[in-house]
């Protein structure tokens, strides 16, 4: 458990530079200019990353209320 949790902290100091964008936002970010642009582009990333992260957490609890069920059993 904790390689996974050390190999995810690393992932997370890594950065990569990622474009995801809609023709509309590139469109409307190549308006803007390139520092808006750059921070739009980090507002979609934060805003597609969210619900991983929250189902990352719930699937990391039900992992260990399971764990627990399991120990309690024995």
């Not at 474009?19 to 200019?33: E, F, V």
Request: a positive charge.
């Amino acid at each position: 458990m904790k390689k996974i949790i050390a190999f995810l902290s690393l992932l997370l100091l890594i950065s990569v530079s990622l474009y995801s964008q809609c023709s509309l936002c590139t469109k409307t970010a190549a308006q803007l200019g390139e520092k808006p642009a750059q921070g739009m582009n980090s507002g979609i990333i934060y805003l597609m990353a969210t619900p991983f992260v929250i189902m990352g957490y719930i699937g990391y609890r039900w992992f260990k209320d399971q764990q627990r069920i399991k120990r309690s059993q024995q």
